[in-house]
């Protein structure tokens, strides 16, 4: 790979930093989203309450929005001069517009949709007669979920997982609005990718279109394959 590498005139740090840099943004992102998606996804079926349907469907608004809208509400509600960015300011002694911590945020906004439809399926799926039998039988509702719901849906959450991994490493409109292109810092590959190609270094640009590419096919490649299992 160095090899290859040096003879475009391209050092290991500059392809590698991005991609890095990308792969433990969507890791973290699709951590976050897992559990909080596969939480909400379980209380929103359990539960029927006043205005269900219109918290759902702004739950599945990043799915629709331009990544440049969501890039932008997230820059105000996350901001210096936002309540809850004063709060972060204060917190923490310093704002997480323009950090890792900005990118990690913007990749599980656009990643919760598909993690939380995905549970919702799978939690929407399971007979519910067998979880009550359960119940009658003396299980706890912790040892139902544990036992029972959570080997029922195993295979819905996983594939969730793994579609918010790779929606949140191809995130790029509101990553870049609120977490900025500071390379080493905050430059994930697509907007490596943007910069890069503004710059003509398309050499550069393919091998980080390539490797994403091949990154997000692994990913779908497995969802499909657990699909046809199931």
Do not use: C
């Amino acid at each position: 790979m160095d090899s290859l590498l040096n003879r475009f005139d391209i050092t290991a740090s500059d392809f590698f930093t991005p991609v890095g840099l990308s792969l433990q943004v969507a890791i973290i992102a699709m951590i976050i989203v897992f559990i909080l998606g596969t939480a909400t996804a379980y209380f929103m079926n359990k539960h029927d309450f006043p205005g269900k349907i219109v918290l759902e469907t702004l739950f599945l608004l990043p799915i629709v929005l331009p990544p440049t809208v969501i890039g932008f509400i997230l820059l105000m509600m996350f901001g210096s001069s936002s309540f809850i960015g004063t709060m972060i300011d204060w917190i923490f002694d310093r704002s997480i517009i323009f950090t890792w911590y900005a990118a990690i945020l913007a990749s599980s906004v656009v990643a919760f949709p598909l993690m939380y439809q995905a549970a919702k399926v799978g939690f929407a799926g399971v007979d519910k007669e067998v979880q009550e039998q359960a119940q009658v039988d003396g299980a706890t509702n912790f040892q139902v979920f544990y036992k029972i719901t959570l080997p029922l849906v195993a295979t819905a959450l996983i594939s969730g997982g793994i579609l918010s991994f790779a929606r949140a490493i191809g995130e790029f409109g509101a990553t870049l609005m609120i977490a900025g292109n500071i390379p080493g810092r905050t430059q994930t590959l697509p907007t490596a990718i943007y910069v890069e190609m503004q710059s003509g270094n398309y050499t550069l640009v393919w091998l980080w279109v390539a490797s994403i590419v091949l990154i997000s096919f692994i990913m779908l490649f497995l969802v499909r394959v657990m699909a046809k299992k199931s």
